[in-house]
């Protein structure tokens, strides 16, 4: 009895191809997760391939997930893979059949425990950017072959070394170094201070001053190069008067200044290429402007050599130059003669014509017409004066007689104003003397003074051994007044009026 071997047994389970299956995986895979959020370290990074994809890998301690990025995707992430950072990758979990391995499609990568610090970064970024620190406009030019350059970087590190090969290499150039720390929490101020230090330098001081300065460091992390990224370091290079250029991390890391530098390096070494040119092709230029200058020279010289002697040959003699104009010349003086004798005679005839004109207006002429005028002028006149004095002669004689006739009624009635003035002032003297003080004297009053003369007006104005003057119409005589009180009035006396001579008694 022939038994079958297990290779020919026939089964009922379904065959499958390997793009059957590699399809029925896919779906399988997606299906069960659909988009993921990933967290991992990026591994093996290769930048964009030929056709714009990007591959590596996503790890940590103990597995690894193949990671791809889409041209259409990368060009629009705002957080670019870089070797050894940890990243958030969103994405879909998809196979590759042609390795029969999985893989993430990322759409979206951001830094992972960093998003804090990126999210300050770029409200830091949109504040200095809206204060104008970052223009195009306020950017310096590097100076093509600068005589000192000013590098701020650490002493100690491969970077001023790189720098310094690659000086050496392309154009050696005086170096001034300012030590700081490129990583740790002074580095942002000894960065801004050097910087600032670098611009205080004296022009023709005992330290010469840089005509450029670099601002350089090595790659590292985000975290690493966060002292570049500081408000202090940004205005210090900003406002720089010394071109900056900025050379901080590698070619895919950017921090603050660069933005804010005059211009930004890739590297430590590419800032060392960007200020010198190289200066064994400098001196070929040069050797190969001269030759070609001198070579032009010479060109030029034998063009204008050969121009100069067709233009000779294409000039004239000097007999062919002055045929022409001594051929006019003779014509011209052959017709000189008839032509002047021409004008002399029109000239004769208005010479003539216009001395008979000049006969018709002589002066002598219109002048003796004038005369005639001015003698019948002055009978006229001679006559019409005598009339006039004649005239004011009768009109003086009736006024002398009006003159005397009101010269005597006005002496008439002076010496009648006279008169009555004259009786007026007699009566007013008569008046003033009746009323004067010496007529009020005479009816028996008196007028009392002090020693000082002043007019006593009232009894009680009488002290007691006062020395009186006491004036009466006859004379003046002196009197005291008696001690113990004043002097009765006298019966029937009034007091005087105010405004009077004084006390009389």
Do not use: C
Not at 12 to 17: A, H, I, L
Not at 234 to 257: F, K, N, Q, Y
Not at 366 to 375: C, F, N, W, Y
């Amino acid at each position: 009895m022939d038994s079958e071997s297990p290779e020919t047994k026939p089964s009922n389970t379904p065959e499958w191809s390997v793009s059957d299956l590699s399809g029925a995986l896919k779906r399988t895979l997606e299906d069960a997760f659909g988009f993921v959020r990933v967290r991992g370290e990026i591994s093996g990074y290769r930048g964009p391939v030929a056709s714009g994809h990007v591959y590596f890998s996503l790890k940590d301690v103990n597995a690894k997930i193949d990671a791809v990025i889409w041209k259409g995707v990368f060009g629009r992430l705002k957080t670019r893979p870089q070797e050894g950072l940890e990243v958030i990758a969103t994405g879909k979990i998809t196979t590759f059949a042609g390795k029969s391995s999985y893989q993430i499609v990322i759409d979206s990568l951001e830094p992972a425990g960093v998003g804090a610090l990126m999210a300050l970064l770029e409200e830091r970024r949109k504040k200095l950017a809206a204060e104008g620190l970052f223009d195009e406009g306020r950017k310096q030019l590097i100076p093509y072959l600068p005589l000192t350059i000013g590098v701020v970087t650490s002493p100690t590190g491969a970077v001023i070394r790189d720098i310094l090969h690659r000086l050496e290499e392309r154009f050696p150039r005086r170096v001034l170094v300012w030590p700081v720390r490129v990583q740790g929490e002074t580095s942002a101020a000894e960065v801004a201070n050097a910087i600032n230090g670098f611009n205080a330098l004296p022009e023709g001081g005992r330290i010469p001053r840089p005509d450029v300065i670099i601002v350089a460091r090595g790659g590292g992390s985000l975290e690493d190069l966060m002292g570049f990224n500081e408000e202090a370091v940004v205005r210090a290079a900003a406002a720089s008067l010394i071109p900056l250029v900025s050379a901080v991390g590698h070619e895919t890391d950017w921090t603050l200044i660069d933005h804010a530098a005059d211009l930004r390096a890739p590297t430590p070494t590419g800032a060392a290429e960007k200020v010198v040119p190289v200066r064994a092709e400098l001196m070929a230029q040069v050797g190969d402007l001269s030759r070609r200058h001198a070579g032009a020279t010479l060109r030029l010289f034998d063009r204008r050599r050969n121009e100069l002697r067709s233009l000779g040959r294409a000039l004239p003699t000097p007999e062919n130059l002055l045929a022409g104009p001594r051929q006019r010349l003779d014509l011209a003086a052959a017709k000189l003669g008839p032509a002047l004798a021409r004008n002399a005679r029109v000239h004769e005839q208005k010479l003539a014509v216009a001395v008979q004109r000049l006969a018709r207006h002589s002066p002598l002429v219109r002048l003796a017409g004038e005369r005639k005028h001015l003698d019948a002028l002055a009978r006229a006149l001679t006559v019409a004066r005598g009339n006039v004095v004649k005239r004011e002669q009768d009109r003086i004689a009736r006024a002398g007689d009006r003159l005397e006739a009101v010269a005597a009624r006005a002496q008439a009635g002076f010496a009648r104003l006279v008169q009555r003035r004259r009786d007026r002032l007699d009566g007013l003297w008569t008046l003033a003397a009746s009323l004067g003080p010496q007529a009020v004297l005479a009816r028996g009053y008196a007028l009392v003074r002090d020693e000082n003369g002043v007019l006593l007006r009232q009894a009680a104005a009488a002290r007691p051994g006062m020395a009186l003057q006491v004036t009466l119409a006859d004379g003046s005589f002196g009197a005291v007044v008696p001690g113990g009180s004043v002097m009765p009035r006298p019966p029937g006396r009034k007091p005087a009026p105010p405004g009077g001579q004084g006390d009389l008694f």
